[in-house]
């Protein structure tokens, strides 16, 4: 449910990626949980890479040339209690984060290779089933930053800060078919210390259709929708006109 990737972090607000929920991420690990106890592994890996950088306006900024690649590989391990409260389900999950990114920006100095882990999460859910098929949950979880961020270093894996997120789901899930859902979420910022810098709270819409063709093999998609409700604040100074606004398919 906690979504991190690693890519550049600048003074810049939000930026895509630099950000502890990538929308879209999370959409495969939300929903019906494994019918029995014990303990789950699962990896998500993937490779990106960006040649525009867009203003606030959405559109592309011809001041900046931007070059970047990478990859993020996001290791789950989900533990799922015995037992139940009243038909609620509980599943306790750790997000464990490793990416690698190379950027460059030719006018600005927001350059470099970097590799290592991101921030880490920790994610709390119940879940209870109506009907078989409808699952409906909720989730808290935190993202925590270490040592590995540096202000003064031009590109991070981490982005200084850790973000509290409080989630809702609804999944429709037949295992011989479809599997359809939708989870809702806010993301409260905690400050930069190392900066001073607030990046403003976060809701986000995630979203998920997948079918299974046979027991072994599902088709699909995922996507997720990310806008940022509350402007930046560098020390005591709103910064306007830069709230994120994203969308993934």
Same mark, same amino acid.
């Given at each position: 449910?906690t979504?991190?990737?690693?890519t550049?972090s ?6 895509? =990626?630099?950000? $502890?929920? +990538?929308?879209?991420?999370? !959409?495969?690990f ?7 106890? &014990? @303990?789950?592994?699962v ?12 203003g ?8 900046f040339?931007l070059?970047?690649k ?13 037992g ?26 927001v350059?470099?290779?970097?590799? =290592?882990f991101? $921030?880490? +999460?920790?994610?709390?859910? !119940? ?9 409906? &949950? @909720? ?19 981490q982005?200084g ?8 789901h ?29 990046s403003?709270?976060?809701f ?14 599902k088709? +699909? ?19 306007s006109?830069?709230?994120y ?5």
């Amino acid at each position: 449910l906690t979504g991190v990737a690693g890519t550049v972090s600048t003074g810049m607000a939000a930026e895509p =990626g630099a950000m $502890n929920w +990538g929308p879209g991420a999370p !959409a495969t690990f939300f929903g019906a949980l494994p019918p029995v106890p &014990g @303990v789950f592994m699962v990896n998500q890996t993937g490779y990106f890479s960006a040649s525009r950088y867009n203003g606030s306006d959405g559109n592309r900024n011809p001041l900046f040339d931007l070059d970047q690649k990478g990859a993020a590989s996001i290791t789950r391990i989900l533990g799922i209690w015995p037992g139940d409260l009243d038909g609620w389900r509980f599943a306790s999950q750790v997000v464990l984060p490793f990416a690698y990114n190379n950027v460059d920006f030719e006018n600005i100095p927001v350059s470099g290779e970097v590799d =290592g882990f991101g $921030n880490l +999460g920790l994610v709390q859910t !119940a879940n209870y089933i109506v009907d078989n098929y409808h699952n409906i &949950g @909720v989730s808290l979880g935190y993202a925590a930053h270490t040592s590995s961020y540096s202000a003064s270093r031009g590109v991070n894996l981490q982005n200084g800060y850790s973000t509290v997120d409080a989630a809702v789901h609804y999944d429709y899930f037949d295992p011989t078919g479809w599997d359809f859902g939708v989870l809702v979420g806010y993301h409260y910022n905690n400050r930069n210390a190392a900066t001073d810098y607030l990046s403003g709270d976060l809701f986000s819409t995630d979203f998920k259709v997948t079918y299974a063709v046979t027991d072994k093999l599902k088709i +699909g998609g995922f996507g997720g929708f990310l806008v940022q409700i509350e402007d930046d604040e560098a020390g005591s100074t709103k910064v306007s006109g830069k709230r994120y606004k994203g969308f993934n398919f």
